[in-house]
């Protein structure tokens, strides 16, 4: 069965820094990988998302990811963090186009100014 | 942009009673799917729907559960009897089976059910 590993429960990084979520997954082939941001209380927004192709995505916010076969990992990056992105942000994997989604425990971002 | 539609945004209700929440997918979607939520955990997937048929359920979709497309807009998850822990917001989502976006689900807004 496919796996979603988030390994970091919760970041914390200053404003204007770097960031960098980590998602590790387990299944033999590719599957479909996305990044969702949620805010307390609200609704799951998509970042990003992969199926095939360039390994480089770019999602809305000014965030990114990397797909890397090898690491069965998709990362997700951002170069210099805003304060109204702190978040709880979920990395998600599928089989195929009609398949369930399988969520990461999730890593809480805070920001501090 | 076409989005997908839940109702109601928060219901309350007792211990041992009904609830039917709803969801209106994006028109021209043909999969359908309900996710639910625990405060504070992990986005968990409950059933997938296809073809007015479910086509795959997890362990947390027994029997007090159901899913159905009454028409050909709305698509329901009934809870028989609630239990206090079925508490947790409960996502619908919809995706389309052709096109560069077929592989994408599109989330609702959530339903929180809180169970008194």
Redesign the interface.
Known sequence: AQSVTQPDIHITVSEGASLELRCNYSYGATP?L?W?VQSP????Q?LL?Y?SGDTLVQGIKGFEAEFKRSQSSFNLRKPSVHWSDAAEY?C?V?L???????????TTLTVKP | EPEVTQTPSHQVTQMGQEVILRCVPISNHLYFYWYRQILGQKVEFLVSFYNNEISEKSEIFDDQFSVERPDGSNFTLKIRSTKLEDSAMYFCASSGDRGPSSYEQYFGPGTRLTVT
């Open positions: 479909y996305f969702y209380g609200q609704g799951l998509l998302k199926f979920f998600a599928a195929n186009n009609a398949g369930k989604s399988t969520f990461g425990d999730g």
